[in-house]
């Protein structure tokens, strides 16, 4: 016979990230009315900065436009699409697409280094070159060059959700796994 603790760990085990499509610039109210709910809700976004004549402002935009991600049971599917502004679950053949947790826990670490991030040169890298990524916060991430201009821009596939990163990383920190 199961505990109450047991019943509760393998449900918990159950519940998936998934991406739902929401409105323009409505990320940030269906994160909130989600939350409402009672549901697990995570929008990556980073810091901007704005210098205006007589003051700085300083503001969040989302990462990835009209994406918001969910960590629900099967059974929570209608009430995350009654949220205001979503408009659907992102997916493939008309199925929601679950999002592996670990590509969750990589647009985690690449919101918390995104803007601080600058590139030096590296001789033997060039355009196409698959690499990796051997320190600082995105130490593990895997991608391929996009250009050679004094800094490396990397293109980071998110498989799961459709979607491409481009991102500045210093060459110091990128291993050569195929050469270009």
Excluded: C
């Amino acid at each position: 016979m199961e505990t109450v603790d047991q019943t509760y760990r393998s449900n918990e085990d159950r519940r998936r990230w998934y991406a739902v499509y929401t409105g323009f610039r409505k990320e940030k109210s269906v994160y909130r009315e989600l939350a409402k709910y009672g549901i697990e809700a995570y929008v990556p976004v980073i810091k901007k900065v704005r210098q205006y004549r007589r003051k700085v402002k300083e503001y969040e935009l989302p990462l990835i436009s009209h994406y918001v991600f969910v960590r629900i049971h099967q059974s929570e599917r209608s009430r995350v699409l009654n949220a205001r502004d979503v408009f659907r679950f992102v997916g493939f053949g008309g199925r929601p697409s679950p999002i592996p947790k670990e590509e969750i826990a990589l647009l985690q670490r690449i919101t918390g280094e995104i803007n601080e991030v600058e590139a030096m040169p590296l001789q033997d890298l060039n355009e196409g070159s698959e690499v990796e990524v051997i320190g600082g916060a995105l130490t593990g991430l895997r991608g391929t060059v996009r250009s050679k201009t004094g800094k490396h821009r990397l293109l980071i596939d998110l498989k799961n959700i459709g979607y491409t990163l481009s991102l500045e990383v210093p060459a110091k920190y990128l291993r050569i796994l195929k050469r270009a």
